[in-house]
């Protein structure tokens, strides 16, 4: 018998979960019976993330071992990753003025959803600045840093370590031995995890539908389609020009990565195919130095679908409270997102901080995000997609761009 393949697995996990949470709207039980298997599922993504990028990078970096070629790969990185998120902005506004998803919304019919826990993490985050997020990079205390998963600064350290393993030349050998051992087994554990992935994507999607139902959708529907055409417009068009320039073909990237994307839409989290994507990444052809280094940067500078829902939910509460914004106070809108977007990958609800950081900046009321937090998770698992795809193809493109050829054998495989 024909073994069914993982990505049909996570579709049938995702289907049976709507339809359980569908028949079993409201009833608590459900909640507390599959949100534990759920829970155990991301963590045990999330106990696997940091060993693999800190060995990862570490390997990759000592393998080029120069801090020239270093620089120069991390400054492309970054103007690549700003130009992006910044037609992400624009793709996003342009998208609010056109269809005016928030035009004729009545507030009274729409249910209000505890933000409070938002606000509070937006507070601490108000002073966040650029000049912030690249002070943050450097950590004072690399053992906090892995424990809180401070992405940047593990980042950052990987690399300064990895540089000083090749500096040391032979002597670093059995540190490089140990960190390869590690990557490879990590990866092997990674594809241990992905065997009960459809149970937890089952969980965590029953648990979704059992507690806002799908008639939650329905008053807030043109916000739904809204965001999820200009997802796809984003994926298809401007991903799709940009594979295309780099040589390579978006339908291709898309066939390649079905799995990671189920499994992205299903749980709402980009970080459950973090290890996947670079293992895939490095399968076609991207180099580890460049992988492990671009990839989980792109968590934090990177987040194209999240940086595109802000500038629509942004529009969108304007338009619901009857708030005319005219061509300044947008283009103060994407200034703004611009900055507030980068570095805090880490926070919880990073989309909904980001907005209540930035909503008063263009004279929006904040509060206007309580009507929009029940649907928060439909929205988000689109988002989560974006990102997943704007962050491999960035793999692709910076290899491209620093002149490596992927393997016409690899390239197969993605066919």
């Not at 534990?36 to 990028?53: A, D, N, S, Y």
């Not at 880490?346 to 900046?361: I, N, Q, R």
């Amino acid at each position: 018998m024909k073994r069914i393949s993982l990505a049909w697995q996570i579709f049938i996990g995702l289907a049976l979960g709507i339809a359980v949470g569908a028949v079993f709207y409201g009833n608590p039980q459900v909640a507390e019976f599959l949100q534990p298997i759920g829970t155990i599922f991301i963590r045990l993504i999330k106990m696997i993330v940091v060993p693999i990028v800190v060995s990862s990078i570490i390997v990759g970096v000592a393998g080029v071992g120069d801090m020239k070629s270093l620089g120069k790969l991390g400054g492309k990185t970054l103007l690549y990753f700003e130009i992006i998120t910044t037609i992400a902005i624009i793709v996003g506004l342009l998208f609010g003025n056109l269809f005016h998803p928030g035009s004729g919304i009545d507030r009274s019919q729409l249910t209000k959803t505890d933000i409070h826990s938002y606000v509070e993490t937006a507070e601490t985050t108000q002073s966040h600045s650029l000049v912030d997020t690249f002070v943050n990079i450097v950590p004072t205390n690399i053992i906090q840093s892995l424990a809180n998963g401070d992405m940047l600064a593990i980042i950052f350290f990987s690399v300064m370590f990895g540089l000083g393993i090749a500096a040391i030349g032979e002597k670093g050998t059995p540190l490089l031995n140990f960190f390869r051992g590690t990557a490879d087994a990590m990866f092997y554990v990674t594809n241990q995890i992905m065997k009960v992935a459809p149970l937890g994507v089952f969980a965590l999607i029953g648990v979704t539908v059992s507690k806002f139902g799908l008639s939650s959708l329905i008053p807030l529907g043109k916000l739904v389609i809204v965001v999820y055409g200009s997802m796809i417009f984003f994926i298809v068009v401007i991903l799709g020009i940009t594979a295309k320039i780099a040589g390579y073909n978006i339908f291709k990237l898309l066939k390649y990565l079905k799995d990671e994307l189920l499994l992205g839409y299903s749980t709402a989290s980009s970080e459950t195919v973090l290890p996947k994507i670079m293992e895939k990444m490095e399968k076609i052809g991207c180099p580890k130095a460049i992988t492990s280094f671009v990839i989980p940067t792109g968590y934090s500078f990177n987040l194209d679908g999240s940086t595109l829902y802000q500038a629509i939910a942004a529009l969108f509460i304007a338009q619901m409270y009857g708030i005319d914004m005219g061509i300044g106070q947008q283009i103060t809108l994407v200034l703004v997102l611009m900055v507030t977007s980068k570095g805090i990958a880490g926070v919880p609800g990073v989309s909904f901080v980001v907005l209540l950081a930035t909503l008063g900046s263009v004279g929006i009321p904040a509060e206007g995000l309580a009507f929009i937090a029940g649907i928060d998770r439909i929205l988000d698992m689109a988002r989560t997609c974006v990102n997943i795809v704007g962050n491999s193809l960035a793999a692709i493109v910076i290899s491209k761009w620093e002149g490596h050829s992927l393997d016409e054998k690899s390239e197969k495989l993605a066919a």
